[in-house]
């Protein structure tokens, strides 16, 4: 190596990620002492350039960045912001509000003008957030928990094709068949119709969203009351849990298992949805845990949205009567629970795919080996969930954890299997 | 051989189509833009404001530049523009510079943030671009020749240059701070 090339390759020494060999390059500097004195300088000049103040982002950016996103994307379609209703404006808009008779009403009016401007949709897109665990399901709702992004598509035809998605799952229908990953690697395939979520149903069919509330305030599961309000047709729905809840445990924990009220904005020209907003009514209070904070409709969408690019090393949650049989099942939410978690103990992958729905071993599964499970109480069960909760304590690590695991058995096979809450 | 910042992995990440890779994008490359944006502007307030306007156009524009497969050194050269029009407004504002140095300051790190920029300043423009974008950006070779839409051979002559006449610049000046 000449030292002319050796100096057009100095450069080559300040990469953070070399492309070439620089064995070479170094030989020549080790005895090369014009180009050796040429490379100090260089690396002199750029050690007093580095910067040695080190900025972080403040710890609300990323949310200051969503709310800028959510104000520019409305200023930009000329929309009126679903203001974020503060809980007590909130209530003064339903104080404000005109019951909704049984005809004749406004908003008897406004449902049939509504379905009409939407029944000619071709797509919609829905930007939300909530407040859960991104990787929980999609009913979860946690009034503790800080915002989480949601994002759904639907393209309208025959068949309709959806997407819906949040940080820790994703949910699509293709036309044919739907599919949902649980990030990283857990899949399970449902139908046209699937189990993954249930009040997000709503959201994707925004035409009939009237329609449905209209109803249930008929059949007394709700109380509609409808306003105009800075020109706005809104519209507070109060929702009450479903269900039994003898057992409180599932009470305010998902959508419709919570005391809520719903808001709806609908555009008085358009007469489309233009917003939404939830309102969970709490032991602490009202909360907001869910709100639109844009929708688009009728925009492009592409084909490959409503696929999912499955991991290579995807394993999936079985069907309960496609579930491994190898194993003596057990009989009763508690025979399952404890099958469960001394599987785990003892890493048994027969045993704990015999009572988890699983294609394989979970990778988390490890991270349980060695549980020394203290107790199983009586099972119980909470709201409209089909099966049951089992307390359990277990000691791991010299930790204790006690919480409530959820079994089912209502199946067609009538195999009990873990649902959750390990 | 030297490096330069943090060792650390450099991200690659496809542009965001969806809120989740929004999010993952934003985790991922706030603090970096941020410092980035920062070493030209000496104001963690306006380097924030410039970086949480780029994420914003990046999200909004994500179907022009859905086939981007690395949406890293873009970003960093969205900032870089962006950093670059504040500070042409700051230069055409009536506020007095006194001010405006008050408001922007951030101790002695900003001081002397302000001082090397004052000398790549006088850099021609293309060798100083490569020397932020490597040194202050922390990005390798081939993620800045990506930013600036070159290749890694011209970005890492531009870069040799640069050093080189910054050298000079400093010697003129009687040695380093």
Sequence with gaps: MTCREAQER????????????????????????????????????????????????????????????????????????????????????????????????????????????????????????????????FEYINPQMDWVPLEVWKEFGNPPKWRVEKPGRVAVMDGTSSLMLM?????VRGGRMPGFFDWVYALLDPDKILDKELAAARAQQSTARMVEQDHQLVMAVERVAQGDFHNDWLLNNTISSSN?????????????????????????????????????????????????????NVSWYLP?????????????????????????????????????????????????????????????Q????????????????????????????????????????Y | MEKIGAATAEPVLPWPQSMAEFDALIEATQHRLIQFAFCRLHSAADAEDVVQ??????????????????????????VANRATDLLRKRRHAAAPLEDLAAEQRTGDGADRQRWIETLLGRLPARQAEAIRLRIYGELSFDAVARSVGCSVPTVKSRFRYGIQKLRKLLECQGGDR
């Design chain 1, 320 to 380: 309960p009567e496609q579930m491994a049989s190898s194993h003596a099942l057990p009989q009763s939410p508690k025979e399952a629970a404890a099958m469960f978690f001394n599987a785990l103990s003892r890493q048994d992958a027969d045993a704990l795919l015999a009572v988890y729905p699983g294609s394989a071993v979970p990778p988390w599964a490890k991270q349980l080996a060695g549980l020394q499970l203290v107790s199983l109480g009586e099972p119980f």
């Design chain 2, 53 to 78: 306007d780029v994420f914003v156009r990046a999200y909004r524009h994500r179907e022009r530049y859905r086939k981007v497969d690395n949406a890293v050194p873009f970003l960093f050269r969205m």
């Design chain 1, 10 to 137: 100095l450069a080559d020494l300040f990469d953070s990620a070399p492309a070439g060999a620089t064995a070479e390059l170094q030989s020549h500097l080790a005895g090369c002492e014009r180009c050796a004195a040429e490379y100090a300088v260089m690396r002199a000049t750029a050690r007093l350039i580095a910067p040695r103040l080190r900025i972080q982002a403040s710890p609300d950016f990323k949310e200051r960045v969503m709310k800028k996103l959510t104000e520019v994307e409305t200023e930009r379609r000329r929309w009126r912001f679903v203001p974020r209703l503060a809980l007590v404006g909130a209530a003064a808009i339903v104080a404000v509000m005109l019951f909704v008779p049984r005809g004749g009403s406004p908003a008897l009016s406004l449902l049939a003008q509504s379905a009409e401007a939407m029944s000619s949709l071709q797509s919609v897109h829905i930007v939300a957030r909530m407040r859960t665990a991104p990787q929980d399901n």
């Design chain 1, 382 to 421: 909470s709201g409209k969930y089909g099966g049951w909760f089992v307390p359990y304590e277990y000691i791991l690590n010299g930790k204790t954890k006690k919480w409530n695991l959820a079994v089912r058995n209502d199946n067609p096979a009538h195999r009990w299997f873990v649902d959750g809450g």
């Design chain 1, 260 to 312: 809520h009220t719903r808001i709806y904005r609908f555009d008085p020209a358009t007469k489309r949805l233009i917003g939404m907003q939830l309102i969970l009514h709490s032991a602490v209070g009202d909360v907001p845990v869910f709100e639109i904070t844009s929708i688009q409709y009728n925009e492009p969408m592409p084909a490959n949205l409503f696929t999912i690019d499955l991991p290579a």
């Design chain 1, 183 to 187: 990030r990283p690697d857990t899949a």
